[in-house]
């Protein structure tokens, strides 16, 4: 996975304890607790994946193994598209 840095300026000193805190709380870094706060502001824990709502309404029709074996799923992640 490629990584990126990223700089936030200007963030408020309540700001920053809070994070500092609940860091803590969580027994992580400062830097962990950041990725984990804009992880689940990006991947919302309740989304639904295109791939298993496909998988979910093909149970529902009670497509065969065979039927299903012709669905191979890419389970790789998504790349943004670059211009």
Do not use: C, W, Y
């Not at 990223?6 to 304890?17: A, K, Q």
């Not at 027994?27 to 639904?48: C, F, H, N, S, Y």
């Amino acid at each position: 996975m490629e990584t990126r840095a990223v700089t936030i300026r200007n963030v408020p000193e309540e700001i920053h304890r809070a994070i500092r805190v609940r860091a803590a709380q969580h027994g992580r870094t400062l830097q962990a607790e950041m990725l984990d706060i804009l992880g689940q502001a990006v991947k919302p824990e309740g989304r639904v994946k295109l791939g298993d709502l496909l998988e979910s309404i093909g149970r529902k029709v009670k497509l065969t193994d065979e039927e299903a074996a012709g669905f191979e799923r890419d389970r790789s992640s998504a790349r943004a598209t670059r211009f």
